[in-house]
């Protein structure tokens, strides 16, 4: 994977000076074995991905953050805005079109002025009373919602925690083997210290913007296929970058969503793949 091929090359860069080639090659050779063995595919895109956790332990621990979050959080009783959310997802999750594990669609509404909505594995959806006040239509609605049930459809939280086990994997490697060598303890601090920066801004976050990219492409095709226009996205992204606009805005490769700008260009692409789609199923509804 290049994750992995860019990770090596990293910390060989780093390390060359306190471990032995052959110590390295051992290392990543027993890494490479271990990320082969666990990549996954994303159904929708086909980007490989690295998988170290199940999809039932993925749902587990989604049902128990969504019953933490409805324990903390205070949850609407508005008919409207729970009517609205319950008629989006459920359209929204019968176009998904492949079963979730343990999936129990369930759509919650919590009273919060957040411009916000989250899906979590398992079929548990939250959205926030401050994005319902924003979003113009249904199809607004349903396309924010597609984005975030894509994200579970596509495995993201899961592909992060994975990513997360290989960084730290390396890190333990990194420290045994200076350990090993005998490394002055103010050299293993500045040494990991320098990978723990590089894997965040040349991983970490490069790959969290992906996944919001690629939730967007996904997500357009739920809304498009439970008969909603995908055109939506792009006004409901223009109006939250005006609602952005008086925000200091962090440096995209300290971020980890694309910008305003780049989002909204994609989509203005996106969305008309999807039309065809959008018309068929509108029909059903």
Known sequence: MIFLMNLRLACESLLSSFLSTMHLRIAFALLAVLVYASCAVVPETGRR??????????????LASFDQIKKEEKISTDP?????????????????????PNAEWEFVV?????????????????????????????????????????????????????QNYAIAGVAALTEIGMQAKDVDPQKRALVLSAYGIGTTIGYALPFSRLHESEADEVG???AAGAGYDPRAAVSFWRKMAQANAGAQKTPVWFSTHPSDEQRIANLEKLAPQYMALYESARAKY
Not at 49 to 56: C, D, E, G, K, W
Not at 80 to 100: C, D, T
């Open 49 to 62: 991905q690295l998988m170290f956790v199940t999809p039932n332990e993925e749902a587990q621990m989604g």
């Open 220 to 222: 357009l095709r739920f």
């Open 80 to 100: 409207k805005a729970n009517a609205q959310v319950k008629r989006v997802g459920e359209r929204i999750a019968a176009a998904v079109g492949r079963e979730l």
């Open 110 to 162: 919590f009273e919060s002025d957040q411009v916000n909505a989250f899906a979590l594995p398992g079929g548990k959806v939250g959205v926030y009373t401050g994005l319902l006040k924003l979003v113009a239509s249904d199809d607004e609605l349903a396309c924010v919602m597609g984005h975030e049930v894509a994200h579970v459809t596509s495995r993201h939280g899961a592909e992060r925690v994975s």
